[in-house]
Every structure is written in C-alpha cells, then in structure tokens.
C-alpha cells in the first residue's frame, strides 16, 4: 500500500472513529486517546492529520453537511421536476432514520457545539442558510415549471421544509422508540409537499 493510501485510510478511521466517540460522549466528553485507541491509531498519527480535536469535529461536521448537498443535487438532477426531486429528498431523511439511531446522536452533538463554538456555529449556520437558500430557489423554479401553485410563498415553504427537517430528527432522538420515525418522516414532508402541488384546474 502507499504511503499516501496509509494516510488516507488513516484519516477516515479517525473520522469514523471520532464519529462514534462523539456520538457516545459528547463533544467534551470524547478524548484524543478515546479516538485514537478506537481508530487504532497513535496520536502521533492523529496530530499528523489533525492539530486539534476542534479541527477533527469540524472537518467532520463539514463532511456530513457537503454530503448532503450531493445527495441533494443529485436528487434534483435525476428528478423530471421539483416536486419529484423533494419527494427524493423526503426519501433521504427517511435513511438516515434507517440507517439506525446509533447515528443519530451525532446531530444532537453538532447542534450542542454549534451554539457555543463560535467555528462550528459558522460551519452550520453557512450551511443552514444555504439549505433555505436552495430550497427556496427550487420552490420558485417548481412555481415557474407548473408543478407547484403560484400562490405559494417560496421562502415560507422553504423554511417549512428545513424546519419540518430538523424537527423530525429532533423527535427521534428525544422517543426513538415512539414510532417509525423514518415513516413518519416521508409522511410528513409528503402532506407539506401535497400542500405545494399545483391543482388540475
């Protein structure tokens, strides 16, 4: 293997270690060691990659924030008009709650940090406000496309999208044994989205 093969491997075990940690703990409460022992790695190797853990959380942070705006554009690349790229996207929040409750700490954990690191509250509040951004954009390109009505406001839609979103995770982390909550999402957004569709006249 190369050198830098080793590195790069190195760099997503310390991702995917501190990705548990983090979720576990806490940001506080997961240490450099705790990291490191779970990745397999010395600190050595961590400092090599990282020089604090600040900069791991939010490299992190940011790698799940740009992940979504991929499965976001390629849901809207691969949709034949807004409304169908929304239903993708309502599909997207529904994995993340099958991909199970083990990960689902690790919102909890970015929003804690983000509202006392001044770093992390810039990472999530420029991403945030993209997010509205973009699905305001959508919702007047649907209004122009003819699958959305045109009585509807595009901001007001957008931020109810983005709240309905955040909203949704935060219940299923505070009762997630209360319902399916991956089911209750799509259903959720369906009954937002059914509001937005332009009627047969």
Not at 41 to 70: C, I, M, N
Not at 140 to 156: F, H, L, M, Q, W
Not at 166 to 186: F, H, K, N, S, T
């Amino acid at each position: 293997m190369h050198t830098q093969q080793r590195s790069e491997m190195t760099r997503a075990q310390l991702l995917e270690a501190a990705e548990v940690c983090f979720s576990a703990s806490g940001y506080d409460g997961a240490s450099i060691a705790d990291i490191c022992q779970r990745a397999g790695v010395s600190k050595g190797a961590f400092y090599h990659h990282f020089p604090t853990k600040q900069a791991l959380f939010l490299e992190l942070l940011s790698r799940w924030l740009e992940g979504l705006d991929t499965q976001i554009a390629q849901a809207r690349q691969d949709a034949s008009d807004v409304l169908a790229a929304l239903q993708a996207i309502a599909g997207m929040v529904r994995r993340v709650f099958a991909a199970g409750s083990g990960r689902l700490p690790i919102f909890l954990v970015f929003w804690m940090q983000a509202a006392r690191d001044p770093q992390a509250w810039t990472v999530t509040i420029g991403h945030y406000r993209h997010y509205h951004a973009l699905f305001t954009e959508m919702i007047a390109e649907g209004i122009a496309e003819g699958s959305i009505a045109p009585t509807v406001d595009a901001r007001a839609a957008a931020q109810s999208l983005v709240s309905l979103g955040v909203g949704l995770i935060l219940q299923g982390l505070l009762d997630p044994q209360g319902a399916d909550w991956g089911q209750v999402a799509e259903q959720s957004i369906q009954v937002l989205l059914d509001g937005l569709r332009r009627r047969a006249v």
